[in-house]
Structure formats: C-alpha cells, structure tokens
C-alpha cells in the first residue's frame, strides 16, 4: 500500500476531518508523527478520534501499523480503520490481537473453518468435537470470522446496497457455530454420534437477517423413532449447545440461543421428535405460532431430518391466515408488542415502535400469509425477498414495493451500526452526543455529518412506514372496488376479499359493496372518503365487528355525508374519525343514537364534549324551553331530546373511553326530564282550573333514587303534595292525581327519544295505592302498615323533582322511620325470606345462575341487599352511613369499621363489573331486554362486542367471564358472612 499524503493538523482541516477532540487529536499526531499519512482515510470514519486513539495503542502495543497496512493491501486496510471507528468493541479486541488476528475477505466456508478449530471433520455427516478447551476455541474462531465481516460492513461504499448480504453473512456464521456447538454437545454426550437431532432456524435467523447481536430462536427436533433414553440424550445435547453458545466462560459468549418459539414455549419440552411437533401444530398452535413459522429452515444438524419438519410444516403455516380471527389476533399482538415499548424510549426504539422495523415485518407477513394460501410464489422467509415476489405478484404496487424495501434497509443498517459500537444487543438509539454523531457518520459521514442530518431523515422514513402499511395493505382493497362487476379484474377483488376477510370481515362480499358505495364517483365527498378508505378499513377491522362496523359508516354516511361539517370532521380530525370507527365496530345502539342526533359524531374529536354537563345548565336549559313553548306535548318533546342528548354523550363516552360502572349524570338528566314534566302537568291544570291547587314534588326510588340509573333503567318515582291555601284537601287530593297521571303520559309518550320505562309501584299499597299523598298520609302509612321490605326500599329514596321545600317535609318524616326505627329479629328474618324467594323465583327460566350478573351468585342484588341489611342495622348511630348509592354505602361501612378494606373491595369490585356489563350489553346490542341486560353473553359475537367494549380486546369473552366468575365468588362469600350468617 502507498501511505496517503498527510493532512495539515490545523484546527480547521481536523475540524473538516471529522474529528471532535482537537487537543487530544494534535498531541496524538505530536507523539505518533506516523499517524498524519493515514488523516484522510481516518476523516471517512464514524469516529476519527476513536480510529486515531485505537491506531496509537497498536503503536504502543508493538504493532508496526506501516508494515500492517502496506502487508493487509488498500482494500483490507481501509476495512481496519472503518472498523476501529466503528465499533469500539471490536477494535479493543483487534488492538489485543493484531497483529496475529489479520483481516481477511468475507469467507464462505466458516461452517469447515469453526468445525477444524475444536478439531471435527467437517466432512462427515455427524461431527464431533476432539479438543478439551473446545468452547473457547470456538468463539475465538467465531469473533475472527465476525470481524472480517463487520470489517467489509463498515468499510462498504454503499452499505444499505451492501445490508442484505452482510445479515446473510451473519445468519450462515451463527449456523456454523451452532454446528461446531453441537459438535463440541455431541463430543461429551454423544460420542458415536447415533443421536439424529436437527436445529431448526426461526425469526431472523430462519430469514438469514439476522443482527450482529440478537438472540438466536431455534427449536430442536429428533427423529420419531427415537425412545426415551435417546431423546434425553438428545435433550442433553440441546442444552450443551445453548450453553457453549450463551454461557460465561474465558471467551465472551456468542449470543443468547432461544428455544422459548418451540412447541408449549418454555413450559413444553425441549426436544421433540418431528411427529410430535407437527401434531402439536396441528392441534394446540396459536395463530402467532404459525406466523413464527414462516420463516423456520435447518440450520444445523441432521439436515433430511429438519428438513422433512420444514415440509411437512409448511401447509400448516400457509393455511394459518384462514383461521377465524387470524390476523386480528396477530395484530392485537403487534399492539401489545408495541404498547409494552416505555413512554421514555419510543422515539428511540427502532423495532417495536410505530414506523420500526415490527411495522415492516408485520405488513409483509401479512400479505404473505393471506396470499401466500394461494400463491406459493411468495412463500419465502426473508423479508426483502418476500417485498419483490409480492411486488411480481401484483400484490404490491412497484412503489410502494421500492419504498418499503429502502426503509427496511435503512432501519436495519441502523440498527447494526447501534449494536456494533459496543457489541450489545440492543434496538435502542444511543443517548450520548458522540455516540450519535459517530452513529450518524457510521452510515455515510458525507450525508450525515451530524446526528440531526440522520434524526432528520430517519423521522421522516418513520412517518413513511406508517403509512406504507395502510397504503400497502389496505389501498388495493380500495381500489379493488373500482373494478367490480368488471370481469377482466375479478381476480382483483378476490384478492380484496381475501385481504378483508383475513382482518375480520365476515362478509367481504358486503364490505367490499360498502367500500364502493363509499367511494364511488366524483363528488367531494366520494372523494374524501376514498382518501380516507384505507385507514378506515383498518381501524373496523380492529373492532369486535367489522362488518356491522362498516355498514353502519355507509349509513350514516349517505344520512349526513352532505354536510360540510361531517366531511371535514373525517378529513381533520383522525381522533375523531378512529373513535367512530371503533363506536361503531364495537356499539349496535350507536347507529341509531347518531342517526338520532348525527352533530354528536363531533363531541368525538375532544373528550371535554364527552364528559357530562352541570345538572344546573340542564335545568335552566329545560326552563327555557318550557317558557318559549306552551304547548306541554311540544315542551316535553323539546325536553326529551335533552335527555337524548345526554344519554348519547354517556353512551358515546363508555364506548370510546371504557365503560363507566356508575354515571349519575344520567340520572341527573332524567331529574331534568321529570321536574319539567311535573312543571308542565302542574301548568296545564292551573289553566284549566284557573287556579293553582297543590304543591308536588316527586321521590326517586330505586336505582334512580341511588342515582345508578344506566341505559334502560326503570325509573321508580314517587309524588308527595300539599294543598294550597284555600283548596279543600279532597279537591286538593284529586288534582294531585290528575297531575300525577299527566306526569306519566308525558314521560311515557316520549321514551322512544331517550326516556326509559316509568314506574310507579314502589308507592304505598303499589298499583292499588293513590299515585299522590300527603307527607301526613305517607307518616301514617308507614307507621301503622309498612312492611319491612318497604323500609329497606326508602333506604333509595331521595328528592328528584318539584317543590324542594315540600321535599325537605317529607324527608323531615321519612328519616327517623328509615334509619331511627330499631331493627328487630323478625325483620331480619323477612329481609333473608324475601331474598330468598327472589333467587328462587325471579331468576328467568334456562338461565345460568353463575353468568346472570344482576340475581346470581355475587351479582348486583346480592350485594345491595348486603350493604342495605348493614345500613339498617347501623345507620341509626352512624350518619354516614346514610348514603342512597351503593358504592359511597360500601365505603362509609369499611371507613365505619363494618366491613374490612378486603371485603370492601370484593363488594365494589362486583358491583362494578356487573354494572359495566349491563351496560355495555346495551351498548353492543342495543337490545333493553332483561334477559340481554343481566347475562354475560352467549354468543359469541355479542361476547366479543361486550368485551372489546370492556377494554379486554376482541378475543376476550373467556376473559371477561373469568373475572366475574372471580369477582361474582367474592363478593358472594361476602354476603354469606352478612347477610346469611
């Protein structure tokens, strides 16, 4: 080699070089004058003051860096210096062993090489180790063949050209040092070499991509005739080789050897013969599994072995994406996968966060296995591979093809030069301001001189994987739309088909009509929505149900696609848009909530428009309607659609936001409804009496009363009047229940727009009592003639509507007899009878007793009727236990030191899945049936709407009845102490 001319040593010329550290720089060329001739070819590394530092300890060490570079050739040479500045590592280790460990090209024979070094024959079909310090003989053979390669990386003019061959180099190394492992296992273990084992190669390894350090995913097979001695010499083996391979010892490990892909993952055994792997796949396999079998091939071992494995295998694997719920499941867990990536470490995660390497892989998987069932041209392991017969295939756009491989690319020669600065195995960008300067200039110093030139760019390939998903995966099913009906494009929209039903669709037939629908034509609208097509495909299929998803979109859609307002919502607003989406995947009833109010679809774009609003605005809002129309039918539709309105906005937040197991903002609404009800019956008779007679104010009792109303409740009520002066008590009377009966129609006429049933029978007597008394009729009543079941319902009542200080007298009488009057033996008793006969008789025939949430087992009656028994009992000389809603009830009696934090929590957690699964059974079927309400979902599509709806994922139904089946034992064995004992 000719030296190169030497560089002025100026500040600004070793600026322009490269170099950082100027001080140290210049007392480095001072002290080695040598050094000067090589400043040119130094400034082309990553770090020219880490390659100057590096050259200065081989002078030290005794290594005549002239004679080396003159001996190694320009080629190898400029390789050297690369790699010093490239990974500080491997160049620690060059500056120990040069001049005795010399570089060298690439070879293609490291299998012979690493298998002569523990002295195996590499020409027989089963080699055996004859050394006694094998291992280390190994690694130090392995880490030389490495530094060649690592070497030709940095040192490649074009290393993104160059990245697909250098993972290839490194996939075929590791293959031969899990070989020459197995030879040194075979040596201790199997000495004749009569057990057949075959290593099988999966993730990246399988793909020949793999990383410079990365675990290495195997699974270890033997042959089906093997007995049980030879399989756990088999076994033996396998866990030799993973430890020559990963254990500590004089030589730094290799890599870590993972077998957890294998069958039952680390709970199932080790070694398996290939009869029971395949029979396992064939029964027991998760759809993931399948997915982490694409990519399997030997890799070491008995090949025909392996091999008959990988044959066998394959059917399995390109039938997996026809399996109900494939995709989606596989995709729940790319999202499990990328939400486990820390807040902190997202912007520097380069595989599992969004726009990373996972994104690539994912895609591409994907559309290998949907059209790989039908197409064995693209059934290959390695991913850029796969981008170009995808692309031959039709099945991606050439463009798109193209810029999916040049970010894969990008992100993997990233990530080798992160892992080969200090050899960790790591995704991570560094922190430091050198490390990423000397990352940045580790691709090309010319195009990224700087860490920001780098960070630049690679935020913008990020952004671009993003979205090559959607427009990869999803855009040719809308652009499929465009050719149906057309018969030289069928194959088109049966590709489109199979691409939707493989994400959930049920009916991909429907959807893809829907897709057209939405998309056809010319108009502004069409044209959005086509634009937007892609995404919103893809954010149905992520829901419970697709299908019903996407046509109700076309619905609502063709009601109010006109409006400038709902175009531009779905066009700005991507919150917006994703919610309703998800809404309507998951929510039956919100098709008809929003073709009710469609300007709802808006409050979707900020949370602040999904919380509640003031119980006072609602009031004064109701106020003014009732001033502005005289009519009470006319008023009281205009306050209906109060009550609409706010029953949409909970509805919408529990679906978008996770269900709510206690919203008392809907019973506030419903007190809105009723006091302008009440106001208007009260208006109307005084016009047509021409006098105003009595003072009314309505009770809430029950569920209303304990403001737990939720979708579908009864709403219990009550009325207590007063006469005015003047009017005779009898006639006093009469218009009370004149007004009572107005009150009913009023509310029932407009329940279809968001009223719910009407109920009056908790009143003295029930049916047969008068609808209205006096607070004078009521005290006698409940003095002379109540029974004890009636004193635990008052435990629910409270003022909901009307005259508030006619309330306060009634409340004034009502208290010392619901909470004074001492509870006695037979009381308690009559309590226990009534419960019991509930349990016995109001269970609906057929039903399941475990799964009925409201009367079973630990369901919701079981623990009021726990808590009201326990208010009884103590509410007299505890005040704070006086609370008319369950939950603070629950807390009072654990801060009273009547129930144990524990059993607090065991009641609470009951009370609340039971009610969140009552209402988000409304909200996936839209169904107010009891027998829809009460009861975990049978079937299965109503399952998986309940549960996504619940936040447990699509896939979730045997989840959710686990924790009620928990929760439900629970709080049972609570009331068995309380209530029964």
Known sequence: ???????????????????????????????????????????????????????????????????????????????????????????????????????HEVTTTSRSEMLQAVGADPTVERPIAKMDDAVNAMRSRYRELLIDIAAADLGAQDPLTQLPAISSHLSTLADAAIETALAVARMQHDPHGK????????????????????????????????DEEEIAVASAMARTLSTCCSAPSSEPPLWVLDAGLRPEGRDGALVRTVASALDYYRKWAANWEFQALLKARVAAGDIELGESFVEEAGPLVWSAASHPGFVRQVREMRLQVEGSVREADRGRELKLSAGGLRDVEFTVQLLQLVH?????????????????????????????????????RFLRLIEHRVQLRSMRRTHTLPTSPEALRSLARSIDPRTYPTWEALDKALTVVRKEVRSL????????????????????????????????????????????????????????????????????????????????????????????????????????????????????????????????????????????????????????????????????????????????????????????????????SLSDAVDVAVDAALALALRERAEQEGRREVRMAAIAMGRYGGRETSYGSDIDIMFVHSSLPGVEE?????????????????????????????????????????????????????????????????????????????????????????????????????IRLLKARMENERLPRGADPNLHVKLGPGGLSDV????????????????????????????????????????????????????????????????????????????????????????????????????????????????DRYFWG
């Open 1 to 103: 080699m000719t030296p190169a001319h030497s560089a002025s040593t100026d500040s600004v010329a070793l600026r322009k070089l490269g170099f950082a550290k100027l001080s140290a720089t210049r007392g480095l060329l001072e002290e080695y004058p040598q050094l000067n001739q090589y400043l040119e070819l130094v400034g082309t590394t990553a770090d020219p003051d880490l390659v100057l530092l590096q050259l200065a300890r081989m002078i030290e060490a005794g290594t005549p860096i002239d004679a080396l570079a003159i001996d190694m050739g320009d080629n190898l040479w400029k390789r050297e210096v690369h790699l010093l500045g490239g990974s500080r590592a491997l160049g620690d280790y060059q500056v120990v062993k040069a001049p005795q460990v010399r570089l």
């Open 195 to 226: 057990i057949r084992l075959s290593v099988i190669a999966l993730g990246k390894t399988g793909a020949r991509e793999l990383n410079y350090i990365s675990d290495v995913d195997v699974m270890f097979l033997t042959a089906d005739d093997a």
């Open 372 to 408: 790989g069932q039908n197409d064995p041209r693209v059934r290959v392991a390695n991913t850029l591979g796969a981008i170009e017969l995808l692309a031959a295939g039709g099945y991606i756009g050439r463009a798109h093809a193209l810029a999916l491989s040049d970010a894969y």
């Open 469 to 664: 998903h959607e427009d990869v995966y999803y855009r040719p099913i809308v652009a499929a739309t465009a050719t149906l009906g057309g018969e030289e494009d069928v194959f088109a929209a049966e590709v489109a088909e199979d691409r939707l039903r493989t994400i959930g669709y049920q009916n991909p037939a429907g959807a893809l009509r829907c897709i057209q629908a939405l998309t056809a034509g010319t108009s502004r609208r069409a044209m959005i929505q086509r634009n937007l097509a892609p995404v919103l495909i893809r954010w149905f299929s992520q829901g419970a149900d697709p299908d019903m998803g996407i046509l109700s979109f076309r619905t609502l859609s063709e009601q109010i696609g006109s409006s400038h307002w709902y175009l531009g919502l779905l066009r700005d607003s991507s919150s917006a848009a994703s919610r309703l989406c998800h809404i309507l995947s998951n929510s039956r009833w919100a098709e008809g909530a929003l073709a009710t109010i469609p300007r709802a679809v808006t409050w979707l774009d900020s949370d602040r428009e999904l919380e509640p609003r003031n119980k006072k605005e609602l009031v004064e809002e109701a106020h003014a309607l009732l001033g502005r129309h005289p009519d009470a039918e006319s008023a009281m539709r205009r306050v209906a659609s109060i009550v609409t309105r706010e029953v949409t906005r909970a509805g919408l937040s529990d679906a978008t936001m996770g269900v709510q197991a206690w919203r008392p």
């Open 730 to 830: 009898t006639h006093g009377h009469a218009a009370a229940i004149h007004v009572a009966n107005r009150v009913r129609s009023l509310l029932q006429s407009h329940k279809q727009e968001g009223m719910v049933q009407t109920d009056f029978d908790l009143r003295p007597e029930g049916r047969a009592g008068a609808l209205s008394r006096t607070v004078a009729s009521y005290d006698e009543y409940y003095r002379r003639w109540s029974s004890t079941w009636e004193r635990q319902a008052l435990l629910r009542a409270r003022f909901a509507a009307g005259d508030s200080s006619l309330g306060e007298d009634f409340f004034h009488m009502l208290d010392p007899l619901r909470w004074d009057k001492e509870l006695l033996p037979s009381d308690i008793r009559d």
């Open 864 to 975: 009021e009727w726990t808590v009201q028994l326990l208010q009884l009992r103590n509410g007299g000389a505890n005040p704070a236990l006086r609370q008319t809603s369950t939950l603070p009830a629950i807390q009072a009696l654990v801060e009273a030191d009547f129930l144990s934090e524990d059993e607090g929590e065991d009641l609470q957690r009951a009370w609340t899945l039971a009610s969140q699964i009552r209402s988000a059974n409304v909200l996936a079927s839209a169904r107010l049936q009891p027998e829809r309400v009460d009861n975990l979902p049978r079937r299965p599509d109503q399952g998986s709407r309940v549960a996504t709806l619940l936040g447990l994922g699509t896939q979730g139904e045997s989840l959710l009845v686990e924790q009620w089946r928990f929760a439900s034992r629970r709080a049972r064995a609570v009331m």
